[in-house]
Nanobody, 114 residues
Framework: VQLQASGGGLVQSGGSLRLSCAVS????????MGWYRQAPGQEREFVAR???????DYGDSVKGRFTISRDIAKNTLNLQMNSLKPKDTAVYYC?????????WGQGTQVTVSS
């Protein structure tokens, strides 16, 4: 299984970015997918998750600003990030859990300038 995250970059405070995570190498099985982030010197933080039934859950710091979604046909996971703040600056990682195994993407850097 491989997860390839993309879409990070530099944006001004109040701006938007859309992250994508391309998934390959999976064969069936229910998939729980999510996004986490890690800022320098801090622990990895939960951002959002989506279940096989498309239920969603968000970390308190991003509720109302970020939206997670899946494109089954393209086998991608997306994260629409609006109203970005400098505290959102971090490396963002996509996660896939299937058949009891957790996989991580390589991370994409998001930097929000004030």
């Amino acid at each position: 299984v491989q997860l390839q995250a993309s879409g990070g970059g530099l944006v001004q405070s109040g701006g938007s970015l859309r992250l994508s995570c391309a998934v390959s190498g999976t064969n069936g099985g229910s998939k729980y997918m999510g996004w986490y982030r890690q800022a320098p010197g801090q622990e990895r933080e939960f951002v959002a998750r989506i279940t096989p039934g498309r239920s969603t859950d968000y970390g308190d710091s991003v509720k109302g600003r970020f939206t997670i979604s899946r494109d089954i046909a393209k086998n991608t996971l997306n994260l629409q990030m609006n109203s970005l703040k400098p505290k959102d600056t971090a490396v963002y990682y996509c996660q896939l859990i299937t058949r009891g195994v957790t996989f991580w993407g390589q991370g994409t850097q998001v930097t929000v300038s004030s």
